[in-house]
């Protein structure tokens, strides 16, 4: 991600993975039941974390303490929406999670995510690793905004969308440990819009599609 300090070759591939994935997120998304992400393969959860998987199943997120993910949100007053808003947070942190456990395999973001969303996290992952990096301090989200996206008999979706203020925080060399620090600049700024979806009847939300806009002027204060 270019945001987060990263060599100018990461940062190119990164600016490249997210014309890939806006390109994907426009035009005509299919049905509901086209999106929920219940199949197998590349990008799609694993048999473990199927819609039925029980709430306690959840896999872990948890970060380093000096990795700081600050989300400045209100609780949107839909239940549908507050869930939707909750697990897009978690994909968030679920992609950190193999970020800073090194592993573009990690589980996390496999649950959280199919489809897009899942190859974005991948791809992420696989050039921190690539380049020996993982991140530091506070990378704080916010301006959040959800609405309904349609639904089918099986499926709801919500899109969910929102800031990023990374410019306090940065990447990290693992071997070393040196923290590359950089200047503030309008790549530290960045619009979100995430489509959440969800069997009916289960309490997990899933990233399906993503999209990043870079030098997002809108979310600068």
């Not at 007053?77 to 950190?96: C, K, P, V």
């Not at 819009?193 to 009916?200: D, G, H, R």
Request: net charge negative; hydrophobic share 35%; glycine share 8%.
């Amino acid at each position: 991600m270019a945001r987060r300090a990263l060599p100018v070759t990461a940062a190119a591939f990164a600016t490249t993975a997210t014309l890939l994935l806006t390109a994907c997120g426009g035009g005509d998304e299919g049905s509901p039941d086209d999106i929920k992400g219940a199949g197998t393969g590349p990008g799609s959860p694993s048999a473990s974390a199927s819609a039925s998987t029980p709430v306690a199943d959840r896999p872990d997120v948890s970060l380093p303490k000096d990795l700081d993910l600050v989300f400045d949100f209100e609780k949107p007053s839909d239940a549908d929406n507050a869930a939707a808003l909750a697990d897009a947070e978690n994909y968030l942190r679920a992609l950190n999670h193999g970020i800073t456990r090194q592993d573009p395999s990690d589980p996390a973001y496999q649950y959280y995510s199919a489809g897009d969303a899942a190859r974005y996290a991948n791809t992420q992952i696989k050039e921190y690793v690539k380049g020996g990096w993982t991140l530091t301090g506070k990378d704080r989200y916010h301006r959040a905004e959800t609405s309904a996206a349609g639904d089918s008999k099986s499926v709801k979706l919500v899109r969910v969308s929102f800031c990023e203020d990374a410019s306090k925080v940065y990447g990290k060399e693992v071997k070393s440990g040196k923290v590359l620090h950089t200047e503030e600049s309008p790549d530290d700024f960045l619009k979100f819009s995430l489509v959440m979806a969800s069997a009916k009847g289960s309490p997990v939300w899933r990233a399906q599609q993503i999209t990043v806009k870079e030098k997002a002027t809108e979310c600068q204060e």
